[in-house]
């Protein structure tokens, strides 16, 4: 007979981890592109996901007077594109399964409050989280890779850090984990570059692992 471990909350990156919008975050990349006439190509840009999007923008070294219209501009187009985001399968079964077995989960994203939302009731709505935490959220703390936004969950929820683990796919999200003292498991079907020095390793096929022995 299979047996439970001792996890009792999940919490999860949100792009490469729930969802694949890679190919959105592409052609939203593209629009403030032509807008403002950067020459910073999407490649650029896709090295840095993973950070607060205006970090991102910091990281290019796009003057900030424009990162209101930046980012104004991208959500709009990525709104209009929501219904082409793509949920990992396998990973929405793994989360109504967590739910059935009454195992809390929780989001802490580097996308924006508002983009968030969008797709939770567009492709998630089905999932119950019982805390979701974005850049927007974190007024008075730190964006990833400070690992405040987990730190705020636990609190929120009462969590013991032992019964808690964050799932994510860059390095970022392995330092959010570490900053916060929590057990770390990289999604190796997302966007992040597989490190060794991670030591526990997913795969969507064998997820199930995680929830019993």
């Known amino acids: 007979m299979n047996t439970r471990t001792e996890i009792k909350h999940i ?3 949100l792009d490469g981890v729930i969802i694949d919008s890679l190919d959105i975050m592409k052609i939203s990349w593209e629009a403030v592109v032509n807008q403002f006439n950067l020459n910073i190509g999407f490649s650029k840009y896709q090295a840095f996901i993973g950070k607060e999007f205006f970090s991102i923008l910091e990281e290019l070294k796009i003057k900030n007077i424009l990162w209101e219209e930046i980012k104004q501009t991208y959500d709009q187009v990525s ?3 929501i219904n082409n985001i793509k949920v990992y399968e396998e990973f929405f079964i793994f989360l109504q399964k967590c739910n059935q077995q009454n195992i809390g989960l929780s989001i ?3 996308k924006t409050k508002k983009r968030t939302a969008e797709i939770i009731k567009n492709q998630l709505n089905k999932i119950n989280f019982d805390k979701v935490v974005t850049p927007e959220d974190l007024i008075g703390y730190k964006p990833k890779p400070s690992g405040d936004g987990i730190k705020l969950i636990l609190k929120k929820l009462k969590i013991p850090k032992s019964d808690f683990i964050y799932i994510g796919d860059t390095l970022e999200d392995y330092k959010a984990a570490g900053d916060a003292n929590v057990k770390f498991y990289f999604a190796t079907w997302g966007y992040g570059e597989n490190h ?6 997913l795969k969507l096929k064998e997820l199930d692992k995680l929830l019993f022995n």
């Open 79 to 81: 709104s209009r594109n």
């Open 196 to 201: 060794n020095f991670y030591s526990n390793k």
């Open 108 to 110: 802490f994203t580097s």
């Open 11 to 13: 919490c999860c990156d």
